[in-house]
């Protein structure tokens, strides 16, 4: 069944997606608008996001706390500041509450508060939502007869259950994380055969697994601060400081799932890729000798166990004793000094046996996507397919955890909305003819 024209056509109704229509029907309320989703229900990632608590945004956005190009990510993030975010779910009746890290939650504490003001807001603005609608192609309608723009009439969406024309496309179908949610990468193969590029995508925000004989199952559910240093060919490229989370499958934590997309994506390019653990973040291998010895010289008898007690949670410490072939309740001027060397290098320059990352059921994000250069950052309209949008992760664009990635989604998807409404201006249904199908379709 053929159905539409409509003004506006909206793939994949997560929150780039929602906040799209949301701000094209504001900006012009005579539009008429739909929401496609190919999921049975609408927003199954925003319920889960955040541990159910949805951290929306955070309360100071850079272009720093992004993987994508700079002067890009700025532009688009200066176009919605994290003020404006505040506003904008305050007025759909979300008040957002800050948290000591600095991460943005509604004040319920429940990321169902945020959805459902979402799906108000769209409801009001007589936005059709239209779930378990999985789109299967999108095609460039030709030109409407007579136009000298270059612009195409519009697009041809096909889905399971028929056909839908449109004026404006918004491509919001997100990337390849927790596919479970809907969000499979099908947008890609859409905008490769548009003519887009499409970068490497890889798991990112997502926990790594260690080689069985690592120590890390009898330290499960054990955090503390480390500093994390990836080397790629041997060239450090990435360092941060933060929490990590031991696990029975390896490592987690904010610090890890941050680090991660640098290792995912050095692996994707075969390039050797490396994870250091300083437990000492801010101490050299030199301090953490120093202070060995001066404490071995003080106490002699003390044991490892209660000596490196002082420094790292003691279950790390026996851990790093064993992994050294030393035993913890030995003293410490007992210890051999090639133990004793392994230990402080340990200690300071822990090589993480890395498998592999958790894989797409556990990623939060994508790294990778369709090159924000092939978007116009003033509109998020496509450089090559005029009329079409591009917002979210399906973008060449990952922020790190915190409330960036959704900052990211809200703020493209209000760019291409408003953009996208403003070219329909003076440009009402029927005005300048009807948008017609490509020509196979037309028998
Ligand atoms: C477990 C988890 C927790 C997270 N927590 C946070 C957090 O607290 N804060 C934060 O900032 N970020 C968080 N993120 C990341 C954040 O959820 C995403 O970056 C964000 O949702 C991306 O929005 P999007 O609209 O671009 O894509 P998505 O939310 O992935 O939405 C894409 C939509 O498109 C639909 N779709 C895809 N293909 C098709 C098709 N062919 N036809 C029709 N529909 C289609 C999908 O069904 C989906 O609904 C989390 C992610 C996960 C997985």
């Not at 780039?16 to 190919?38: H, M, S, V, Y």
């Not at 000298?148 to 990337?175: D, S």
């Not at 199952?217 to 240093?229: D, I, P």
């Not at 070219?423 to 017609?436: A, I, N, Y």
Request: aromatic share 6%; with cysteine.
């Amino acid at each position: 069944m053929m159905q539409g024209p409509v003004d506006l056509c909206v793939i994949g109704a997560g929150a780039a997606g929602l906040a799209a229509g949301i701000f094209a029907a504001e900006q012009n309320p005579r539009l008429t608008i739909e929401l496609l989703d190919g999921a049975k229900t609408i927003g199954a990632k925003i319920l889960v996001s955040g541990g159910g608590r949805c951290n929306v945004t955070h309360d100071r956005v850079t272009p720093d706390d992004f993987f994508g190009m700079r002067h890009l990510v700025r532009n688009v993030l200066a176009a919605f500041p994290v003020e404006d975010t505040v506003r904008w779910f305050a007025s759909l009746g979300v008040e957002l509450k800050r948290e000591a890290t600095g991460k943005l939650f509604p004040v319920t504490d429940k990321s169902r508060t945020v959805l459902d003001a979402l799906i108000q807001r769209c409801r009001q603005l007589g936005i059709t939502l239209q779930a378990d609608t999985r789109i299967t192609a999108i095609d460039c309608c030709d030109r409407l007869q007579g136009s000298t723009e270059n612009v195409p009439a519009g697009f041809l969406i096909r889905h399971q259950h028929g056909k839908v024309l449109a004026r404006r496309v918004v491509l919001a179908t997100g990337g390849r994380s927790l596919p479970r949610t809907g969000s499979d990468g099908s947008g890609y193969e859409f905008a490769r055969r548009l003519g887009h590029r499409v970068t490497p995508t890889v798991p990112a925000l997502v926990a790594l697994i260690l080689e069985d004989t690592c120590f890390h199952t009898s330290l499960s559910g054990l955090s503390h601060e480390v500093e994390l240093q990836t080397l790629v060919q041997g060239r450090s490229v990435d360092r941060r400081t933060g929490s990590l989370l031991w696990t029975h499958f390896g490592i987690s934590g904010p610090v890890v799932m941050d680090a991660s997309r640098v290792w995912t994506h050095s692996r994707e390019r075969n390039e050797a890729a490396e994870l250091f653990g300083n437990f000492l973040p801010g101490r050299t291998a030199d301090q953490a000798r120093e202070w060995f010895l001066a404490q071995t010289a003080r106490h002699p008898r003390r044991s490892l166990l209660n000596m490196f007690a002082e420094l790292v949670p003691e279950r790390l410490g026996e851990a790093l004793c064993r992994q050294a072939g030393s035993d913890p309740q030995q003293g410490s001027a007992q210890v051999p000094r090639t133990t004793r060397d392994r230990l402080l290098t340990d200690l300071t320059r822990f090589r993480f046996p890395l498998v592999r990352d958790r894989g797409w059921n556990f990623a939060e994000v994508t790294a990778g996507g369709i090159p924000l250069e092939e978007v116009n950052f003033r509109t998020m309209e496509s450089k090559l397919v005029p009329g079409l949008y591009i917002v979210g992760e399906v973008l060449d664009c990952d922020g790190r955890i915190g409330g960036f990635n959704f900052q990211w989604a809200w703020a493209t998807g209000r760019v291409a909305g408003r953009a996208a409404a403003t070219s329909l201006v003076g440009k009402p249904r029927g005005e300048h003819g009807e948008v017609t199908a490509p020509r196979q379709e037309r028998t």
